[in-house]
């Protein structure tokens, strides 16, 4: 074999199998899709969001989960958005050169990738041993300690990209810099910073290990937020592995519900994004 | 005269106060961050502190989990949480470069976004998604046919035979780390195409100029200029894989002991704390716990500091999605 038509067949080779590669990873993402959906639509229904979740071996839904995750993710990105968009404008625009802000974008990124295990951990102790009970309100604010970190990266991202020349402009009117950030880069950033937003509302609607033991769960319904409160992914976690095939019915239907829910949100922040002048990530 | 004068000014101090306070605020969330991260830190210590006082270092050497005569040792969890995360990297990278490769050098442009995309919605499923899906369907279809072929094919074998005895249990170290290695996929390729798209086309073009088949400019341009990029990719994909908590849960096995085999069932330090800490009675029990999360605070945190220290250094930043 000459050394051309070797080249030419390690390249065909190589070329096959990141092709190949690729192949895969659309396989898994189709499969569990596909497992998701063949599961979990025997179990949509009307019920599914009138009923609450059930004892064993009787039928019920899953509104008061549905009704709980809804509530901690709101409080949660209600607290964790505008501290997330105020730590990333201080990144982007007061503290663009401080030394402390590269300490600040370290630890950011740090915190972007922690494990929300840990962050669970962390808000036990904060929380739930002083108040000396699990609680709505500790769900909460474990999820709103994970999506503080993707609203800084993306909200100094995004207030980046406002051209120089419009805060310029601003600043030749006499407008102080809180003026100029609240009326002309606000305004500007404005489609990015809810991308940004809706990633971390994606992010949080799925986590479960953070509400383990902090939000717990509750079989009955609650609005009380100082009180342990029913939530998906708990629900889901508790009844994919028990023995009752109702249980595990319903754990299928919710698991198809969060996670079409949140593939919505994650294409709807792309679409946002793509809509964007200039902005094509 | 004078009226227009003070107007002016008290208008002023008003601007200035409410720029005062709007600066304020922004350096006082800019700081919460990083007292986040000093309280996780200090309130782990804290909580494990009792553990690690009553165990001293056999916590760390000890095999034993016993709630019941109140004794603990973090080797199982600390031993499961590094081997399934290893294998999941030793599976995920060469998919993940080969993904990375097609997104960046093979793709027509109609492909590369869609691709992209839903390469992305995978990293965008949540882990309990993994999890459900890895119990009643990855590890019932690895017990039928995957784990029987290792035994009999692999278990013969000298040096990595022991690795692959037992029965197939479906469930274990083995099944947890190939849904972990589904997971890290998508941040890992990323991550690498991120640092690909890095690469100068004039470098990528020298190449081809000099004839070089599209694998060689590959191996021999695109690498060696992404190398930093790419080890800080895996090692972000690594601390994802230290710490993932719910996917894993699922399908260890939650046995506390060391097994010689990969298919028998362990545990990891978050499938442990996971399926113990609401139901955990006892200081101590409670204490061990949150030593174990402790151990993986300071295991993750190296590890992803590292990686973000490499990332930094390229004077790039991954996908704010990751």
């Known amino acids: 074999m000459s050394r051309r038509t070797f080249r030419k067949l390690v390249n065909a080779l190589a070329l096959g199998l990141s092709g190949l590669a690729t ?46 995750s809804v509530v901690m993710t709101v409080i949660g990105i209600l607290i964790g958005g505008p501290i997330g968009m105020l730590a990333g404008t201080y990144l982007a625009e007061y503290g663009r050169t401080a030394r402390i802000s590269t300490v600040i974008r370290f630890v950011n990124d740090v915190l972007l990738s922690a494990p929300s295990i840990i962050i669970g951990l ?9 108040m000396g009970h699990f609680s709505a309100i500790a769900g909460a604010v474990a999820l709103a300690i994970i999506a503080i970190p993707v609203t800084v990266r993306t909200t100094e991202d995004m207030l980046n990209l406002v051209p120089q020349g419009m805060k310029d402009a601003s600043t030749a009117m006499g407008a102080y810099p809180w003026r100029t950030i609240t009326s ?12 940004g937003l809706l990633l971390a509302v994606a992010r949080i609607s799925g986590e479960t290990a953070p509400l383990l033991f902090t ?16 939530n998906l992914p708990v629900v889901i976690f508790q009844f994919a592995l028990s023995p009752y095939p109702n249980w595990q019915q319903l754990a299928w239907s919710g698991a198809l519900i969060i996670t079409v829910s949140i593939l919505i949100l994650s294409i709807a922040a792309r679409v946002v994004v793509s809509s964007l002048p200039g902005g094509n990530r | 005269m004078n009226t227009v004068t003070a107007i002016d000014g008290r208008h002023a101090s008003a601007q200035r106060l409410r720029e005062r306070v709007f600066q304020g605020a922004t350096f006082a969330a ?85 691709v992209g995309v839903a390469i992305e919605l995978l990293a965008a499923v949540p882990s309990i998604i993994y999890g459900i899906w890895g119990l009643f369907v990855l ?45 890290v996929i998508p941040f890992i390729s990323a991550v690498m195409r991120d640092v690909f798209e890095t690469v100068p086309d004039v470098l990528k073009e020298s190449g081809y100029g000099l004839g070089a088949t599209t694998w060689e400019v590959i191996w021999q341009v695109v690498v060696p200029y992404a190398r930093t990029g790419i080890i800080g990719g895996i090692m972000l994909g690594l601390g994802r894989a230290l710490g993932e908590t719910m996917a894993v849960t699922f399908v260890i096995g939650n046995a506390h002991r060391i ?64």
């Open chain 1, 215 to 230: 939000a717990l769960n509750n079989q009955f319904w609650s609005s009380n937020i100082a009180a342990p409160m029913a």
């Open chain 1, 23 to 68: 192949a895969i990873g659309l396989f898994f993402l189709g499969a569990i899709l596909w497992t998701l959906i063949h599961s979990g639509v025997a179990g949509i229904s009307l019920t599914l969001f009138t009923a609450m979740t059930p004892p064993p071996g009787s039928s019920g839904g899953l509104l008061n989960a549905i009704y709980g």
């Open chain 2, 139 to 183: 590890a019932p279809v690895l017990q039928r046919h995957v784990q029987p072929w290792l035994i009999d094919h692999l278990g013969p074998l000298p040096l990595i035979g022991p690795l692959f005895h037992g029965p197939p249990f479906g469930i274990g170290v083995l099944t947890a780390s190939f849904v972990l290695a589904i997971m």
């Open chain 2, 30 to 114: 800019a700081l919460l961050v990083l007292l986040l991260l000093g309280g996780v830190a200090l309130s782990l210590l804290i909580g494990s502190w009792p553990a690690f006082a009553h165990f001293k270092l056999s916590f760390l050497t000890r095999e034993i989990w016993n709630p019941v005569t109140d004794q603990y040792g973090a080797l199982a969890p600390v031993y499961g949480t590094l081997v399934t995360s290893f294998l999941a990297l030793l599976l995920a990278i060469p998919v993940s470069f080969g993904i990375a490769i097609f997104l960046t050098e093979l793709a027509p442009v109609w492909l590369k976004r869609p």
């Open chain 1, 122 to 130: 962390f808000v036990y102790e904060l929380l739930v041993i002083r």
């Open chain 1, 184 to 195: 002309v880069i606000y305004p500007a950033a404005r489609s990015g910073i809810l991308t």
């Open chain 2, 259 to 322: 097994g010689s085999s990969l298919l028998a069932p362990g545990t990891t330090i978050s499938a442990s704390i996971a399926n113990e800490f609401a139901e955990a009675v006892g200081d101590l029990y409670t204490s061990a716990l949150i030593a174990l999360g402790a151990l993986l605070f300071l295991i993750t945190f190296s590890v992803i500091a590292a990686a973000r220290l490499m990332l930094l250094r390229l004077g790039h930043r991954a996908l704010s999605s990751v």
